[in-house]
């Protein structure tokens, strides 16, 4: 515990808190009740846990099975289309054959000679015929199953002359809704024939030939193919070929899968469905896709049939068996925890009434266990601190008896101790109090109080030689303070006088120099007006005259610069002589302070008494002596 780290104190104090908050008091009193209450919460957490993973399983399996019928129809649907384009191409194909287009007498045997050739190598084909369309009627031109030149009217393929043919090019093939023709299902597939006006191929296949290729190989899963119109087109039984596909509700898929022409997704599924009689009697999953043909007006769906029972099997069964283990989980940590807890509670109850009886007094009784784990460890440690106490209590008879006359020896010495406490109290206040005269005395009894005395005595001796010192040279200070002071002013007295000096002597040079300036001016002007009139009076010689006049000029000049020159030096020693009268003001008034500092110093030093001797040959150590004259020592 002491090596843990604080924070980790903290946090294991507030979640005790928590728990403490939470949990009442009678169950934190009973172990039993805790354990169980654990138990209870492992068992609903395994539940939970259980439950959420079964439901997690389940419902993935089951998008599993939805997405399969979604595969599964759009497989179906892609065959039906396939086998619908495959026909397509080959009714297309027969019908360029230039045999079909000929109109001769002798041609019906060559034209129905050529059909059966055909319908033998179609796989499916029911039967071939070659019709023309007139406003007299429909009639066929020849075929190996049919008579020739027979109006359809008056045979089986009656509907034929209601199949719309108008404005079909050579590449088109018209297919049409499924008809019952007295021996099965077929579907007609109809082109016109090349080269030849009104007149078209049909050839009509097997419907239960694509039924069987659509079946699952299950009984209970089936496949249909349903129009818009709700009539069973395609289905595995012959019977069911041409019904109505149940009532307007079963009708749901097919109204879905009109919708999803153009969205983009190809196939849907209905997961849980029904029941519908007319489909089904009990709930089914459907999946449904779209028949898309191009060049074709079809509009089928694929619809795929299964009971949910089946569909949903496996995913019935992870839910049932996931419950189970879920359910077994739960028992099995009931079971085993509350063998566990059974077990420990019997052992803590056990030893805490061996606790109570050491806790009586009772170090006598035997605390044992046969377990080796936790609890018998603390079984062991139970013993050890049993035998623990019973030898800290003999050791502390012994003890409380030696304590007894070492009492007594602690009473005479606190006595001693509290006596010469008082009087060592005593001088160290007058001490206190300025009187560093007095001393401690020793008297042998007690080492450490001689100690204290010694030390003490030796501490006051040197304050006392410091304090003389200190006073002296406080005194000492206030006396050169004073000397200092009166020299500054002295010299800074003189540093005005000197600076007033150098400013006259400034001022007069600058007059003088003017005056200079002037002169040399006026000269200037009297040169100039000899020159002129020499200019005038050739006779007169005026050259020498004129050469003395420069020379005075330049002269003249030469005064006023060093006039300028002079007068400059003046203004520098004047701003120096300034300059030095400021510092000496601020030496001056540090030379007042620190004599004021030395004086309230000293004041404070004469509170104390000492020996006038005290300090005055002290050597290294402070102030030391030269002469008559102490200094400080640097």
Known sequence: MADQPRSEVSRDDGFSSVVRAVVPDVVRRRYTLKFALILLIMGITVGVIGATATGMLSSEVENNVEQEYEDLATQQANAVEKWV????????????????????????YDIRRELATTGGNLYGARSTYVINRSEAGTRIVASPQFPYDVDVSQTSRHWIANVSLTEMGVADVRVTDVHDVGNGPVIAFISPIQNAPNRFLVIEYDVNRLARSLEQGRSSRFTQVVDDEGTVQVASGSSEILRPYGSEAAQEPLRRAAALQGSG??????????????????????????????????????????????????????????????????TFIVLIGAAIGLSTTRSINRLRHLAEQLQAGDLDVDVHSPRIDSIGELYGAFDDMRASLKRQIEEAEQAREEAEVSRAEAVQMNAYLQNKAAEYSETMRECAAGDLTRRLETDGENEAMDRIATEFNAMVEELEATTAEVKRFAEEVEEAGEVLQTSSDSVRVTSEHVADSVQAISDDAYDQKERLEAVAEEI????????????????????????QFNEIVQQVHGVATTSQKTLAESELVAGAAEEQAAELNEVSGRAQELTRNARALGDVLDTFEVDADAGADRGEDGLRTNGDSPEPER
């Open 85 to 108: 384009q495959r026909n397509s191409v080959s009714v297309k194909l027969a019908s360029k054959n230039a045999v079909l287009s000929r109109t001769d007498p002798s041609a019906r």
């Open 265 to 330: 997704e190809s196939a849907g599924v209905i997961a849980r469905f029904g029941p519908h009689p007319e489909v089904l009697d009990e709930e089914y999953t459907v999946g449904f896709a779209p028949v898309t043909v191009q060049n074709t007006d079809l509009d089928w769906t694929v619809v795929v049939h299964q009971p949910t029972s089946e569909a949903f099997a496996f995913v019935e069964a992870i839910s049932l068996y996931g419950r189970l283990a879920t359910v077994a989980g739960m």
């Open 524 to 547: 200037d002007e009297v040169v100039d007006a000899l020159v002129d009139y020499a200019d005038d009076h050739d006779e007169v010689d005026f050259e020498e005259p004129l050469t």
